[in-house]
C-alpha cells in the first residue's frame, strides 16, 4: 500500500514526487515517459536550467528523486483507477494492479495539430505552442501564427511581443471579429483566411507557406494552435469536474471533485503551461495531499 500514486512524471509529478518522499511518505510514481515537449530542442524559462534539453531535465529530476528510497519509479503506463473503500487501485499496461490511499493525477495533455500536409516534421524547429517559452529565439524575424480557433487573436498578439512582422494564417476558418480585424490592421497584422495547402523547408526550418489559390508567403517559423486533450482517456471513466478551461477541476490544493484523487500541471488547463508552473502546481498538490493524509492520521 502506497500513501500516493502519482500519474505522469512530468515537472509537475517529478516535483510532487519530491515533496511527497521528503515528507517521509510511500510513493510510486508511473512514469509513462511520452512527455508532451519531447520534440523540443530545448526548454526555457525554468531558472538555473533555462535553455535544458527535455530529456537531460528528466534525468536530473530522476536524479533528485534516485536519492530517497521511498520513492519507486516504473516505467508503465496507468490505465484505470477504481474506488475500494478508503483505498484506489490503480492498474497499469502490463496488468499490475497497485494500492494507494491519495492519487496525483499529472499526466498532462496530447497536443492534435492542424489537418495541414508537412506540418509535423516543422513541429519543435521552425512550429511552437507556446511563445513564453520559444518567442526568444524567434525575436525579430518573420512569423506566422497558424490558429483555428477564436485563440488566433490572443495568441497572434501575444507573439507580436517578440517580432512585429507576424502575420496570422486560419485556414479556411473565420475566427475573428471585425474589431479584431480593425486591431490587427492597426499593427500592421496581415490576416490570411485561405487554406494552407504545404507547408516548404529544409531539415525542419521553415521557409514558405503555399495557399490553395497559389500565393506564397515566406515565414521562418512561428506559433501553431493544437487541439488538446487529455494524455490519459481513461480519466474519462472517472466523471472528474472539470472547469471551464475543459481540464480538471480543483481546489488551490489539487483536490478533484473526488476525495482522494487529485490533479495537477498542464492536465487541469488552469494555468500557462510551463515547466516551472507545472513544477510549483505539483509541489503545492503534494502539500495538499500530506496534510489531508495527516489530518487523518492524527
Same mark, same amino acid.
Given at each position: 500500500?502506497?500513501?500516493?500514486?502519482?500519474?505522469?512524471?512530468?515537472?509537475?509529478?517529478?516535483?510532487?514526487?519530491?515533496?511527497?518522499?521528503?515528507?517521509? &511518505?510511500?510513493?510510486?510514481?508511473?512514469?509513462?515517459?511520452?512527455?508532451?515537449?519531447?520534440?523540443?530542442?530545448?526548454?526555457?524559462?525554468?531558472?538555473? &536550467?533555462?535553455?535544458?534539453?527535455?530529456?537531460?531535465?528528466?534525468?536530473?529530476?530522476?536524479?533528485?528523486?534516485?536519492?530517497?528510497?521511498?520513492?519507486?519509479?516504473? /516505467?508503465?503506463?496507468?490505465?484505470?483507477?477504481?474506488?475500494?473503500?478508503?483505498?484506489?487501485?490503480?492498474?497499469?499496461?502490463?496488468?499490475?494492479?497497485?494500492?494507494?490511499?491519495?492519487?496525483?493525477?499529472?499526466?498532462?495533455?496530447?497536443?492534435?495539430?492542424?489537418?495541414?500536409?508537412?506540418?509535423?516534421?516543422?513541429?519543435?524547429? /521552425?512550429?511552437?505552442?507556446?511563445?513564453?517559452?520559444?518567442?526568444?529565439?524567434?525575436?525579430?524575424?518573420?512569423? $506566422?501564427?497558424?490558429?483555428? /480557433?477564436?485563440?488566433?487573436?490572443?495568441?497572434?498578439?501575444?507573439?507580436?511581443?517578440?517580432?512585429?512582422?507576424?502575420?496570422?494564417?486560419?485556414?479556411?476558418?473565420?475566427?475573428?471579429?471585425?474589431?479584431?480585424?480593425?486591431?490587427?490592421?492597426?499593427?500592421?497584422?496581415?490576416?490570411?483566411?485561405?487554406?494552407?495547402?504545404?507547408?516548404?523547408?529544409?531539415?525542419?526550418?521553415?521557409?514558405?507557406?503555399?495557399?490553395?489559390?497559389?500565393?506564397?508567403?515566406?515565414? $521562418?517559423?512561428?506559433?501553431?494552435?493544437?487541439?488538446?486533450?487529455?494524455? /490519459?482517456?481513461?480519466?474519462?471513466?472517472?466523471?472528474?469536474? &472539470?472547469?471551464?478551461?475543459?481540464?480538471?477541476?480543483?481546489?488551490?490544493?489539487?483536490?478533484?471533485?473526488?476525495?482522494?484523487?487529485?490533479?495537477?500541471?498542464?492536465?487541469?488547463?488552469?494555468?500557462?503551461?510551463?515547466?516551472?508552473?507545472?513544477?510549483?502546481?505539483?509541489?503545492?498538490?503534494?502539500?495538499? $495531499?500530506?496534510?489531508?493524509?495527516?489530518?487523518?492520521?492524527?
Amino acid at each position: 500500500m502506497f500513501d500516493c500514486i502519482i500519474i505522469g512524471g512530468g515537472p509537475a509529478g517529478l516535483n510532487g514526487s519530491l515533496v511527497l518522499g521528503r515528507a517521509g &511518505r510511500e510513493i510510486l510514481l508511473l512514469d509513462e515517459n511520452k512527455p508532451r515537449n519531447a520534440v523540443t530542442q530545448e526548454s526555457h524559462g525554468f531558472i538555473t &536550467r533555462d535553455g535544458i534539453k527535455p530529456a537531460e531535465f528528466k534525468n536530473l529530476a530522476k536524479q533528485d528523486l534516485a536519492k530517497y528510497p521511498n520513492i519507486t519509479i516504473e /516505467s508503465k503506463r496507468a490505465t484505470s483507477i477504481t474506488q475500494e473503500g478508503t483505498y484506489f487501485i490503480v492498474e497499469t499496461n502490463e496488468d499490475d494492479q497497485y494500492k494507494a490511499k491519495k492519487v496525483i493525477i499529472s499526466s498532462g495533455l496530447k497536443d492534435s495539430l492542424p489537418a495541414i500536409e508537412g506540418i509535423h516534421q516543422y513541429y519543435g524547429k /521552425s512550429f511552437f505552442s507556446c511563445p513564453f517559452c520559444d518567442g526568444y529565439e524567434m525575436r525579430n524575424q518573420p512569423l $506566422v501564427v497558424i490558429a483555428e /480557433s477564436e485563440h488566433a487573436f490572443h495568441v497572434t498578439k501575444m507573439l507580436w511581443n517578440w517580432s512585429k512582422d507576424v502575420i496570422l494564417c486560419t485556414n479556411g476558418h473565420n475566427v475573428l471579429s471585425e474589431e479584431q480585424l480593425a486591431s490587427f490592421e492597426k499593427n500592421n497584422i496581415k490576416v490570411y483566411e485561405e487554406k494552407i495547402t504545404s507547408l516548404q523547408g529544409k531539415n525542419g526550418q521553415l521557409e514558405k507557406l503555399v495557399f490553395a489559390d497559389g500565393k506564397e508567403v515566406t515565414r $521562418v517559423g512561428g506559433i501553431v494552435g493544437t487541439q488538446l486533450s487529455q494524455a /490519459s482517456p481513461f480519466l474519462e471513466a472517472l466523471n472528474l469536474n &472539470r472547469n471551464a478551461q475543459g481540464g480538471i477541476e480543483t481546489d488551490t490544493f489539487g483536490r478533484s471533485s473526488i476525495p482522494g484523487i487529485y490533479a495537477c500541471g498542464d492536465a487541469t488547463l488552469q494555468d500557462v503551461p510551463q515547466l516551472i508552473i507545472a513544477a510549483a502546481q505539483g509541489s503545492k498538490t503534494a502539500s495538499g $495531499v500530506i496534510a489531508d493524509l495527516i489530518s487523518e492520521e492524527f
